[in-house]
């Protein structure tokens, strides 16, 4: 089985937007925009990625839920 891909892709309409997922933090001045917190390095960095459309935007490793306080950045 292939592992879930964490390569960000536009789909329109998408069931699993980054809005809904746990590894998005929301961009308070925009709403339809965001960043993705899923990348970590080997290190145990995070490593940010830009959401141009957190409705529609998705990958592989989507999680539905919030992250805990702990687990933020
Ligand atoms: S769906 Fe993927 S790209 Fe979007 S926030 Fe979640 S992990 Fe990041």
Do not use: Y
């Amino acid at each position: 089985m292939e592992a879930a891909s964490i390569e960000m892709r536009f789909e329109e309409g998408t069931k699993k937007p980054c809005r809904t997922c746990k590894w998005q933090i929301a961009d308070p001045t925009n709403p339809e925009q965001g960043q993705c917190t899923v990348g970590r390095t080997e290190m145990g960095a995070v490593w940010k990625r830009w959401i141009r459309d957190v409705f529609n935007m998705t990958c592989g490793k989507h999680e539905e839920g919030k992250l805990s306080f702990r687990e933020h950045v």
